[in-house]
């Protein structure tokens, strides 16, 4: 089936900087990917629609300069924290939408951990 | 906005029946789905049911739909440990390329 990486797995990092998250369709090509944030024991909420060749769709509540995001190819899109602060710190998961098996189905990226000291 | 709720908690013991039930507002919603997320990991696909089922059936699994009553359940017939994880099921109004709201997650442990 169709994979879809992140990188880094995990990452810790001092408050005042910047980090950058990596997602990427292996196997196929996605003109829109999903960014998701999901604090512990809570629900994953959409953060921003990611569009290769346009500015990404934030959801209401979300900075978008906080948050950037760049859909740089077919199968790429990095989200970066910039200036990340402790608050900022949770698990955050790419998605892009695919029909490689015929179903209707989004395929998820195994998540990034984000911890801000 | 949507609105998707679930039972945060469920416990049931090793080749009982685990019946994860999932309550959402759109009225609008078009595809229903449910994913499951083990510990650390990303989520993956479980089934899915389009708004114009009742019910469909995929091996030890049964999704059951109330369209009148915006209930969704799914149903793990003899529940195995290896099923002990996080159940979230999801809505969308268009399907594949929109995107997905979650509800707020089961917890599923499965006992010896």
């Known amino acids: 089936g169709a994979v879809v990486s992140q990188h880094p797995s995990w990452v810790i990092c001092k408050s005042g900087t910047s980090v950058k998250i990596e997602c990427r369709s292996l196997d196929f090509q996605a003109t829109t990917m999903f960014w998701y944030r999901q604090f512990p024991k809570q629900s994953l909420m959409l953060m921003a629609t990611?569009?290769?060749?346009?500015?990404?769709?934030?959801e209401q509540g979300v900075e978008k300069d906080k948050f950037l995001i760049n859909h740089a190819s077919l199968t790429l899109s990095t989200l970066t924290v910039t200036s990340a602060h402790p608050e900022d710190s949770s698990f955050y998961i790419c998605?892009?939408?695919?029909?490689?098996?015929?179903?209707?189905?989004?395929?998820f990226g195994p998540g990034t951990r984000l911890t801000v000291l | 906005g949507e609105d998707v709720e679930q039972s945060l908690f469920l416990s049931v013991r090793e080749g009982d029946s685990s019946v994860i039930n999932c309550t959402y507002t759109?009225?609008?919603?078009?595809?229903l789905y449910w994913y499951k997320q083990e510990p650390g990991a990303g989520l993956q696909l479980l089934t899915y049911i389009f708004s114009n089922m009742d019910m469909k059936q995929d091996q030890r699994l049964t999704v059951l739909l109330n369209k009148k009553d915006k209930h969704l359940s799914l149903r793990i017939a003899d529940t195995q440990t290896g099923d002990s994880a996080i159940y979230f099921c999801?809505?969308?109004?268009?399907?594949?390329?929109?995107?997905?709201?979650f509800g707020t997650g089961t917890r599923l442990q499965v006992t010896l």
């Open positions: 759109d009225s609008s919603s078009t595809y």
């Open positions: 998605s892009a939408p695919g029909e490689p098996s015929g179903k209707n189905e989004q395929f």
């Open positions: 999801a809505e969308s109004p268009t399907g594949t390329a929109s995107k997905l709201t």
């Open positions: 990611s569009n290769e060749g346009s500015k990404a769709t934030y």
